[in-house]
């Protein structure tokens, strides 16, 4: 019975845009650059899109200390998870089932915080996810510092996941794949010598090939219905 569970490897994806620059037979050498310009490549497209399936379905949760206003990467209570994204929602639980949402603010806004509720404590209302280069030296900041011990609960987006081994698949819905193949191939066309006509072909398909990667984030909603009202 035919199916949709194919599986399309690293080696396979390099090997496949190394072909479409021409080359049927990469080295080890070559092997090895095309693996580290995919990891580039994931990176770069990590952050400009929404992925669905990074996202979490079951929220984190996190315990305040009081007097603590920021909380690193970790495995511990009072820790956040590596590799976090984004934060898509956050709130303090109570112990009977109350949620109050936080606001997220960027940096700019909480640099400002920080500097005038420096000394401030009670129930926090704004938190801030602090970028590193890093994602283990990533924090989650908390304003006012809290003056008790609370349960904090979140779902964030995560990073997508590396391909660090020759066996591991893409972090990609199954229709991006080709998509990958396209963009990685317009990245090691320069190194190959191609002819301009060539490579300006392998560009424009590789960035149509990133657009359509960003056309796919997103979900299919029904529209709201509309009930005429006359007066």
Do not use: C
């Not at 080696?11 to 845009?17: E, L, T």
């Not at 066309?189 to 560009?203: E, H, K, N, W």
């Amino acid at each position: 019975m035919s199916n949709s569970d194919s599986t399309l490897t690293r080696d396979r994806i390099i090997r496949r845009a190394f072909k479409r620059v021409g080359l049927d037979s990469p080295s080890t050498t070559e092997m090895a650059d095309g693996a580290e310009v995919l990891s580039d490549v994931i990176a770069e497209l990590d952050p400009e899109g929404k992925h669905l399936w990074t996202i979490s379905n079951t929220e984190s949760e996190l315990t305040l200390v009081s007097g603590q206003r920021s909380y690193a990467v970790g495995t511990g209570a009072a820790n956040i998870p590596n590799y976090i994204q984004a934060i898509q929602s956050i709130v303090i639980e109570d112990g009977v089932g109350s949620r109050t949402p936080l606001r997220l603010i960027d940096k700019n806004e909480s640099l400002t915080t920080w500097e005038l509720q420096n000394s401030s404590v009670g129930d926090p209302y704004l938190a801030y996810l602090e970028i590193a280069s890093d994602p283990a030296d990533q924090k989650l900041h908390f304003f006012p510092t809290p003056s008790a011990a609370l349960t904090i609960k979140f779902t964030y987006q995560r990073m997508l996941y590396d391909m660090d081994a020759a066996s591991d698949t893409p972090d990609l819905l199954r229709s991006m794949r080709l998509s990958l193949i396209k963009i990685l191939a317009m990245e090691l066309a320069p190194d190959f010598g191609m002819p301009d006509t060539s490579r300006q072909i392998l560009v424009a398909e590789g960035e149509q090939a990133k657009r359509k990667i960003k056309e796919h984030n997103h979900e299919q909603v029904d529209p709201v219905s509309v009930v005429a009202k006359y007066y």
